[in-house]
Nanobody
């Protein structure tokens, strides 16, 4: 059973930084991708970034150059993925979710969401406000 847990959200001023963490356990597939998604009040869920087991990464255009996704390559049974968010803007305010995907490559995962969702986290709130 795949378990996904996010952490690291909070309140930050515009221009500030936050680092989100995602711990995924229970994956037994050779290929997987871990994606970050966000949903603001009254808006649809949006793919933000992704990193796959073979190192592929992807970002939505609105966060390119500001967000960086990375993973802990030393992790074994647990997969650690981080989302470093810099130069935050009020429009980045949302609940951020981490999801493990078992089939889609990162570009499609960010654009369309999971096809074979192995697990979703509970979400972590990010609020960018002065």
């Amino acid at each position: 059973q795949v378990q996904v847990v996010e952490s690291g959200g909070g309140l930050v001023q515009p221009g500030g930084s936050l680092k989100l963490s995602c711990v995924v356990s229970g994956i037994t597939r050779n290929y997987y991708a871990i994606g970050w998604f966000r949903q603001a009040p009254g808006k649809e869920r949006e793919g933000v970034s992704c990193i796959s087991s073979d190192g592929e990464t992807q970002y939505v255009d609105s966060v390119k150059g500001r967000f960086t996704i990375s993973r802990d390559s030393a992790a074994s049974a647990k997969h650690m993925v981080y989302l470093q968010m810099n130069s935050l803007r009020p429009e980045d305010t949302a609940v951020y979710y981490c999801a493990a995907e078992g089939a889609r490559r990162c570009p499609r995962l960010v654009r369309d969401g999971p096809l074979v969702a192995l697990g979703w986290g509970q979400g972590t709130q990010v609020t960018v406000s002065s």
